[in-house]
C-alpha cells in the first residue's frame, strides 16, 4: 500500500486513482481498510474509491501510539486528501469511521461534498457498556485474545454466523497490546458533538443495521434527525458492520445517493 507521511503519521491507503468524484471510506474500531473491499468493488469503475488505515490500525500500525482522539483521526483524513490533491470528497465512515467523519465535517468543511454515516453516532458510549469494553480490554492485553472475547468482539462488530469472521478474528489476534489499550481509550474519551449536528450542512446519508448490537438504531434515527440534510436507510437483518455482512443492500444505498449528489 501507499503510504502518506502526514500529522507525524505513515499513513496507508489504498487509491483506485482517477479524475473522478471521490469518495474516501474510514473504517471501525479493530477492523480496517479491507472491510470496504465490496464497495471498492462496487464503485471503483464510477468513482475515485480511497481507503486507509487508521491509527493504530492495519498497517499504519507502529510500534508506537501516542494518546489521540477523533479529531486528530479527522485532521489524519484531511490531510490524506490534501496529500492526494483531492480538494472535496464524500466522507463515508462505519461506527469509528463515522465518529471521524462527522469531526471532519466540522473542523473541515471545505473539504468534505457529502457524507456517508454507517452504523454510527454522535454521542458518547454507555458509562456501563464502556466499563464492560474495558474489562474485556483488560483481560485481553493481560492473558491474550481468549476465544470467548473473540467470539464476543464478532458478535458486537460482525454479528452472529457471518461467514467471513475467521479472517477478522486472526487479524483481532494480532493486534499489538499498545494499540489496543490506545484504540480503546480513544473511544472512550471522545465528545457528543450531537449539539453540533446543526452546523454540517451538507446531504447526508445514515445507513444502520435493525439488529445492531453496539450502536441502538434510536441512536441513528437521531443522527439522521438533527443532521439538517439527511436520510436514513435501515438494513434488515444487519449488525453493526451492516456494509461487510450485507453489501448488496448498503452498496444499493450508497449508488442511489451519491447519483442523487450528481458526484
Known sequence: M??????????????????RPA???????????????????????????????????GTTAGSTLEPFSYYDSADDLAALLDHL????????????????????????PEIVKALILIDTESGVEDPARMAGYMQLVDAWLADGLSDATADFIEATIL???WEGADP????????????????????????????RLGEIKVPALVIHGDADAA???????????????????????AGHAANLTHPDLVNAAIERFLARLGA
Request: proline share 4%; charged share 25%; net charge neutral.
Open 2 to 19: 501507499p503510504i502518506a507521511k502526514v500529522n507525524g503519521q505513515r499513513i496507508h491507503y489504498a487509491d483506485t486513482g482517477g479524475d
Open 23 to 57: 469518495v474516501i471510506f474510514s473504517h471501525g474500531l479493530f477492523m480496517d481498510h479491507e472491510m470496504f473491499a465490496p464497495q471498492v468493488e462496487a464503485l471503483k469503475g464510477r468513482y475515485r474509491v480511497i481507503t486507509w488505515d487508521e491509527r493504530g490500525h
Open 85 to 108: 490533491s483531492i480538494e472535496r470528497a464524500v466522507l463515508a465512515g462505519m461506527s469509528q469511521g463515522g465518529f471521524l467523519s462527522l469531526r471532519a465535517a466540522l473542523t473541515h
Open 159 to 161: 454479528g452472529q454466523g
Open 168 to 195: 477478522w478474528k486472526d487479524k483481532w489476534r494480532r493486534f499489538a497490546p499498545h494499540n489496543v489499550r490506545g484504540c480503546m481509550d480513544c473511544l472512550a474519551g471522545r465528545d457528543d458533538v450531537t449539539a
Open 215 to 237: 450502536i441502538a438504531l434510536s441512536l441513528a434515527e437521531t443522527l439522521a434527525r438533527d443532521l439538517p440534510d439527511a436520510e436514513l436507510v435501515i438494513v434488515p437483518g
